[in-house]
């Protein structure tokens, strides 16, 4: 299901204002462990990735609040799965960071057992996002996870963040590298340039979202839709 890009240079004057739906979003609870997480219903959507790769900016982007979820300039800040409430039914998640150095084997080994546990158990989690730097997307760490989201049999969003430090050729480039590397995936992936600075792809990843968490279309949005694509 891939859709045309939106034009690359596309300036924040030209992006829709968020749907309320995203706006709504409050911090809802802060879980260190499985046992603390809020309870397994309705729809949850998971932002995965390396320390400082922008997860927190990305979920303030999408909800237009500043200090929603908590960001720094300091790797390994977010060591707790962060819930934000959108209504009743419906969550995001900021999952810890990984990659970062200077932690020990066995926080290591407790990230990695958390994280694999939460994306193979949690049944209200529809969708995983994983946010990656444009300039050096699919590390290692960033594959393990992505392969832990497929064994999961999770839908993939690649978020391909600080678009705006590159180029629009380079921004080009690395789509089509990381479309190709994900293009014989189980389940679907969609990869999108993103920048929570320009808000550069908010409108797709808005999108996207909306249909994982089952948001029923507003009846301006059903208006538009042409009865042959229904
Ligand atoms: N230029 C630019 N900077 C960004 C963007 N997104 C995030 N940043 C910066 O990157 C740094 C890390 O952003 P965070 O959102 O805190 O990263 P995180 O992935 O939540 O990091 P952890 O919580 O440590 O895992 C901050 O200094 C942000 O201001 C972006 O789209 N463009
Ligand atoms: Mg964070």
């Avoid at 209504?87 to 810890?96: H, S, T």
């Avoid at 180029?167 to 990381?178: C, D, N, P, S, Y």
């Avoid at 479309?179 to 969609?190: C, D, G, I, N, T």
């Amino acid at each position: 299901m891939r859709r045309a890009q939106r034009p690359l240079g596309a300036r924040r004057v030209n992006e829709p204002a968020t749907h309320p739906r995203f706006q709504r979003a409050a911090f809802l609870s802060a879980a260190p462990d499985l046992a603390a997480t809020p309870d397994d219903s309705g729809y949850e959507v998971a932002f995965a990735g390396r320390s400082n790769a922008g997860k927190s900016s990305a979920i303030n982007a999408l909800c237009h609040q500043r200090g929603l979820a908590r960001t720094s300039k300091t790797p390994g800040r977010t060591q707790q799965l962060n819930f934000f409430r959108l209504d009743d039914e419906r969550r995001l998640v900021d999952l810890p960071g990984y990659g970062f150095a200077k932690v020990s084997l066995s926080i290591k080994q407790r990230w990695q057992q958390l994280m694999e546990r939460y994306l193979e158990r949690r049944s209200s989690l529809k969708g995983l996002v994983v946010v990656m730097d444009i300039r050096h997307p699919l590390t290692d760490i960033d594959q393990q996870m992505i392969a832990w989201g497929i064994a999961a049999d999770l839908p993939l969003l690649l978020l391909l963040t600080k678009a705006d430090k590159l180029k629009r050729g380079a921004i080009t480039r690395t789509l089509a590298e990381v479309r190709k590397a994900l293009s014989a995936a189980s389940v679907p992936v969609e990869v999108i340039a993103f920048s929570a600075v320009s808000r550069l792809g908010l409108a797709q990843v808005q999108e996207q979202l909306s249909n994982w968490l089952a948001f029923a279309a507003a009846p301006s949005e059903i208006a538009d839709r042409s009865p042959l694509h229904d």
